[in-house]
Each structure stands twice: as C-alpha cells, then as structure tokens.
C-alpha cells in the first residue's frame, strides 16, 4: 500500500533534472531577526535560481517558537519544500492562538516532519494550508507531526486545510477546531480535504478531542469533527488508526452536526483497520457521515473494513450514517467490523442508518454487540434495508435490523482494554479462544467483489481465513475485525 501511495505521489511531481536541496538551517527561536524560522522562509522565498530547499532547525530540544503574527507564504511554482524539525526534537512552533503558521503555494511538493505544530489561527488551516484553489496547492506530506489546538474557520480544517494530494502518516491531532458563525457550513476539525486534485490518505494516525463547532447562534452546519472531505476523487482513505472524542455540534442547536470523527460529502473514502470511540454528531453519523447536502451528480461510497464501533453518539446513526442526499446510487459496504455500546435517540440506528432510497447497502461479518452506552438499550442496530447480507453475528438481547440475517450468541468473547493512547497498533480487541466469532463465517474469503465474501486480511494484516479452531481443520473466517490464528498442534500436548 505504502509502495502504491508513492509512486501516485511521485506522479504529481514534474521532471527536474539532479539537484541536491539548498538548506536554511534556523538557529534562533525569535519570531523575526537573524537565523528565525521567519527569516529563513524570507530568503528561501528571494532564492529564485533554485527549487529544492529545506528548512531545519538547530535551536536545542524542547524548545519553542511563538510566532506573533502570520509567517509569510512558502514557496512559488515547481519548488519542492521540507521543513524538518528532526534536528531539535521536541520542537513547537506556536500560533499563539493568534497567528496563522505554515502556508504552502504553488510547489510541487511540501513536506513537513518531525516537530509540533501549536495553536495556530486562519479561516481555513490555523496551522498548515495550501493555496486558495487548486491550481495554487500543492501536494503535501506530514509525517510525525502534531498539531495541538489549531483553529479554522468558516473555510474549514483547523489544523490543515488542503485542495491537493495530503498524505498523513504517524502523526496527532488534538484539540483542533473549527468555529461556524450562523448560516456557514464547513467541516473539519482537524484536517479538511477540498477540490477536485489528488487524494486524502491518513496513515497510523490519532485523532483526539477535535471539533466542528457552531458558535454565536443557530443554522451553521458543522461536518467532520476530525476530517471533512468534499472532493469528488475515489481513493481517499484512512487506514491504522484511532479516533476518539471527536464531535460535530452546535450548543445552540442540538439537532446540527454530521460527522462526529469523519464526514464525507463527496467522493469514495475507505476506513480500515481503525479505532472509532467515543465520537458523537448532533444529527448524523456519531463517528461517520456521508453527505449533508442534495447533489444529484455526486458520487458517494463508502467502504469499511476491519472497524471497531464503540461508544459513539448521535440522533441517527450512532456508528454510520449515510444520508447520500440527491441521488440513489451510493454505496455502504460494511465487513468484519465490530459495532458495540453506540447510542443512537432514534432508537432503530445505534450503529448505522441507511437513508431509503440512498442506494446499496452490504452487511458481511460484522459483530453486533450490545446497544446503547450502558449496553441495555432497546431498539436495533441498523435502520434502512440491506441489499446483501452474510455471515453476521448479533449478542442475545441486541438486534441487527435492516432486514439482515444474524447467528445469536450469548457472548463476543472480547478480551482485552480499549487500546491505550497514544494508539498500539492493531486497534482492535482480540478474541478469546471459546469466542463464538471464531470459524463463524465463510470458508474462504473469496474475490472482495463478490458482498458475501469475509476480507482477505484482518485488522492484524493476518490472512484469512486461518485454519479453523472449532471447523474440524477447514479454514473459516472469523466474524468482526480480528482472525485468530489457531495453535500449531491439536493433540492435547500443547501448553
């Protein structure tokens, strides 16, 4: 995956010939004056006979630069820019609440490592943005970064703001916000991704305490207390990761906010082998949304796989709601996800609610566990009709819903605490060996096209299916994101 996700990023980038990059290194943690981070991004901007730069930082560990007023932009046409932090760990540049800090144009490739980015303010992207459209973007990539209360505004992203390819990987995001006076719409807390060039890939990353928050009154729109997307492109994706604590609300006015942790208005967006808890959306999707507005042409798919659901809230569709309004030819595929403890006051969707008419719905190894935050709700699930279902397993006392089939057990034979933060990698419990999920499905994966077959692989990366424990020696996969791997011998001399 890693392989594929570069050669796509290196196709964004132009043929230059052999250059080694002309570093400016920062020596001072003043805002302004000699060896400043703000000096630097001056010169490099006056250096118009060379495009590849970098920017490091020799100012001791530990150490901060308050930036008290905007830095300048960075870069121009075919520049390929690193900021790198490595060289000064535990480096934080701060915003002050006040300022905005990083600010990408027009290079061919942006790339920020290795320190904090803190406390940043702009109407989109507090602590780090590209260009006004796309034209003006550039390809960004964050890697071991945090960001800690940043704040967007009415254009969204209050950590980054993005109209290009951004790939994000081993990085934190906690605290930031967006803020939306009455009457706006905009979405992410933490990372939005807008326009129609290169995708959103996220990567072992960790997403904590972000919000998209309506303030001043009623009739803002807040969407993807974490990440908004609104680009029409088909592979974003958010892979090996925790999201926890995130909301999209209005105090206001409780009915607003879609997307506690994730919202997609447009485009096709992949979750796998990632932690949701504890989000919570005032209408739609408590940790995931999909469309807020009517648009007809929009295409809208989204694929979940290897997921753990747990504690979300909202009105509808505690876990998932998919809304896709305008047209009727969206897509929700949900496999080998665990959906448990969500709370749902429209009773019928504690973990996914499916707009009628919103187009295809597909249920396939999924664990049902108990409803509501304190496990004894009444109601159901899934609100809305599955168009294809199987192998799916609900607790006794709990319900599927959406016209899905379910085998009941007494137990899910969970072992394990919730991860611990920052996330462990997998993100998901592990089965105990009499779990009932163990060798409850299908007896090979079979081709991912195909709406009954299980996931070739687990939340682990482990193949499926392993050779059963309880199946007599066949491989059978295991229901929800986790496949045990039975031991090497059976025959009752193992330890």
């Not at 290196?10 to 003043?30: D, G, I, K, Q, R």
């Not at 992203?157 to 934190?172: H, K, M």
């Not at 305490?209 to 009623?218: E, K, P, Q, R």
């Not at 687990?458 to 499926?464: F, H, K, N, S, T």
Request: glycine share 14%; hydrophobic share 40%.
């Amino acid at each position: 995956m890693r392989h594929a996700l570069c050669l796509a990023l290196l196709a964004l980038l132009p043929l230059t010939s052999a250059e080694a990059a002309t570093t400016y290194t920062v020596t001072s943690t003043a805002d302004s004056g000699p060896g400043s981070l703000r000096a630097a991004i001056q010169t490099l901007g006056n250096n118009t006979g060379e495009n590849i730069f970098t920017i490091a930082f020799d100012v001791g560990s530990n150490q901060t630069i308050a930036v008290a007023s905007d830095l300048p932009v960075i870069g121009r046409s075919g520049a390929i820019i690193t900021i790198d932090g490595a060289g000064s760990p535990g480096l934080q540049i701060d915003g002050l609440g006040t300022s905005r800090l990083l600010y990408s144009f027009r290079n061919a490739l942006f790339t920020v490592r290795d320190l904090a980015l803190v406390r940043g303010r702009q109407s989109g992207g507090g602590c780090l943005r590209n260009g006004a459209s796309s034209e003006d973007g550039s390809p960004m990539v964050v890697t071991r970064v945090l960001f800690s209360g940043c704040i967007g505004g009415i254009e969204g992203g209050g950590a980054i703001l993005t109209r290009n390819q951004l790939n994000v990987s081993d990085s934190v995001f906690l605290d930031n916000r967006i803020e939306l006076p009455p009457n706006f719409s905009a979405g992410g807390g933490a990372i939005a991704k807008l326009g129609s060039t290169g995708n959103l890939i996220i990567e072992s990353s960790t997403f904590i305490g972000n919000s998209a928050l309506g303030v001043g009154g009623i009739n803002s729109n807040p969407q993807g207390g974490a990440i908004y997307i609104d680009d029409n492109r088909l592979n974003h994706l958010i892979q090996g990761s925790w999201l926890t604590g995130n909301a999209a609300f209005n105090p206001s006015q409780p009915s607003a906010g879609y997307g506690g942790a994730v919202h997609l208005e447009t485009g096709a967006l992949q979750v796998e082998r990632s932690f949701l808890r504890g989000n919570r959306a005032g209408l739609e999707g408590g940790a995931i949304a999909v469309a807020s507005r009517a648009n007809a042409s929009a295409t809208r798919r989204l694929i979940l796989r290897n997921l753990s659901f747990e504690a979300n809230t909202s009105t509808m569709g505690a876990a998932v709601a998919f809304g896709n309004y305008g047209n009727q030819n969206g897509v929700l595929d949900v496999r080998n996800s665990l959906f448990q403890f969500n709370e749902a006051a429209s009773i019928e969707s504690h973990g996914i609610f499916m707009m009628v008419g919103a187009g295809t719905l597909n249920l396939s190894h999924n664990a049902f566990g108990a409803q509501g935050l304190n496990g004894s709700s009444a109601g159901a699930h899934c609100m809305g009709a599955a168009s294809s279902q199987n192998a799916n397993a609900v607790l006794a006392g709990s319900s599927v819903g959406c016209g899905a089939a379910a085998i009941t057990v007494s137990t899910l034979g969970l072992i394990g605490s919730e991860p611990s933060l920052p996330a462990a990698r997998p993100v998901a419990y592990a089965l105990a060996p009499n779990s009932p999920l163990i060798d409850a499905g299908v007896t090979g994966a079979g081709n991912i096209g195909n709406p009954a077959a299980c996931l070739t692989s687990d939340a682990r990366g482990v193949l499926r299916p392993q050779v059963g424990v309880y199946g007599g020696g066949v491989a059978r996969c295991d229901v929800g994101p986790v496949e045990t791997i039975a031991p090497m011998f059976r025959d009752g001399f193992e330890s």
